[in-house]
């Protein structure tokens, strides 16, 4: 069972944790120093539509990030939907702490009323995180073609949650 508490200033550190080659090997890998100082600072002052959470364990300690946020850019799709996405560090992985936050952020995600569907979109290489998300009970839709970060393409699945 984990806990979700909401971003701030403190977590600077754990997103850095998370820019590693290993953490984003299907992302497109690390990202700039600059690029996570921003990143941080979109997160602390809540500065997209959605929110960043850090994934707390029943022991108090912190795991891991996830969030959820409003996705319109695929041409095929007319609706906007929430988007989530998640990063856990190695030495938590394993333990199921995933698919409680997944559930966590669903919950805060079907409260909000905004959307009808939370997605997910894994590089289809990933398999740790493809598997999440059947475990979490998304639905798979499709595989696509996805842009993360800015100007770099991947072929990942398209995963729908009912909210």
Not at 113 to 125: D, E, F, I, K, S
Not at 126 to 152: I, M, Q, T, W
Request: aromatic share 10%; charged share 25%; glycine share 8%.
């Amino acid at each position: 069972m984990v806990t979700l508490e909401s971003w701030s200033e403190q977590d600077f550190g754990l997103l850095e944790r998370c820019n590693t080659p290993e953490m984003t090997a299907h992302l497109g890998g690390p990202e700039t120093p600059e690029k996570v100082r921003d990143r941080h600072r979109k997160y602390a002052e809540n500065a997209f539509t959605g929110q960043m959470f850090v994934i707390v364990t029943s022991d108090g300690e912190r795991a891991g990030l996830i969030g959820y946020w409003e996705h319109a850019d695929d041409p095929e799709d007319t609706e906007t939907v929430w988007e989530t996405g998640w990063a856990v560090l190695p030495e938590f992985q394993g333990r199921g702490l995933a698919v409680s936050a997944v559930h966590a952020v669903a919950e805060v995600a079907r409260a909000v009323g905004t959307h009808r569907t939370l997605h997910a979109y894994p590089n289809v290489a990933n398999a740790a995180s493809n598997a999440l998300c059947r475990k979490a009970g998304f639905s798979f839709v499709r595989e696509r073609d996805f842009e993360y970060p800015k100007g770099h393409w991947m072929r990942c699945n398209d995963w729908s949650l009912e909210l």
